[in-house]
């Protein structure tokens, strides 16, 4: 049996419920990204063109800071990553998760929650911050709280 680790990124909260469900299901370790400076309700209006989260996905190569404390990916062997999409891709505050870390030989299957679109490139802008690691297109985990739909969903990988 594998070892699991759950790891996600939650701007509002809702990525958050379906990744403490996720890892409860997978019988998995937990995770949170961590900015430096949280996100604040304002930081996230896509229709501003000025706020901060628009501000990091026009730009690609930004990487917001996070709080690195205790985990060692050497110790897992697949990483179900979850995150909410923005602008059909992850937040650039993955891309900085994925380059603080070693995941050579890593399976990395994405969950996301999202309004109204799929993961789009999501994979794509990903694949460049943990170029040795199997990263797979998961599921969209839209209001999924039922165990063992999560539970079938970690058991395929």
Not at 11 to 39: N, R
Not at 78 to 87: A, D, K, N
């Given at each position: 049996?594998?070892?699991?680790?759950?790891?996600?990124?939650?701007?509002?909260?809702?990525?958050?419920?379906?990744?403490?469900d996720?890892?409860?299901?997978?019988?998995a370790?937990?995770?949170?990204?961590?900015?430096?400076?949280?996100?604040?309700?304002?930081?996230?209006?896509?229709?501003?063109?000025?706020?901060?989260s628009?501000?990091?996905?026009?730009?690609?190569?930004?990487?917001?800071?996070?709080?690195?404390?205790?985990?060692?990916?050497a110790?897992?062997?697949?990483?179900f990553?979850?995150?909410?999409?923005?602008?059909?891709?992850?937040?650039t505050?993955?891309?900085?998760?994925?380059?603080?870390?070693?995941?050579?030989?890593?399976?990395?299957?994405?969950?996301?929650?999202?309004?109204?679109s799929?993961?789009?490139?999501?994979?794509?802008?990903?694949?460049?911050?943990?170029?040795?690691?199997?990263?797979?297109?998961?599921?969209?985990?839209?209001?999924?709280?039922?165990?063992n739909?999560?539970?079938?969903?970690?058991?395929?990988?």
């Amino acid at each position: 049996m594998s070892k699991k680790l759950v790891v996600y990124f939650s701007a509002s909260g809702v990525t958050a419920k379906i990744a403490k469900d996720l890892a409860s299901a997978a019988e998995a370790d937990l995770y949170e990204i961590k900015p430096v400076v949280p996100y604040k309700k304002e930081d996230l209006d896509w229709t501003d063109k000025n706020s901060r989260s628009s501000v990091e996905m026009r730009d690609k190569s930004h990487r917001p800071l996070i709080e690195v404390i205790g985990v060692n990916t050497a110790d897992y062997d697949v990483i179900f990553l979850g995150f909410p999409i923005w602008w059909y891709i992850a937040p650039t505050i993955v891309n900085t998760f994925l380059e603080a870390f070693d995941f050579s030989g890593k399976k990395i299957v994405l969950f996301a929650t999202s309004g109204s679109s799929g993961f789009g490139k999501a994979v794509e802008y990903l694949k460049p911050s943990a170029p040795d690691a199997e990263i797979i297109e998961g599921e969209i985990l839209n209001g999924i709280y039922d165990l063992n739909k999560l539970r079938e969903f970690a058991d395929k990988y």
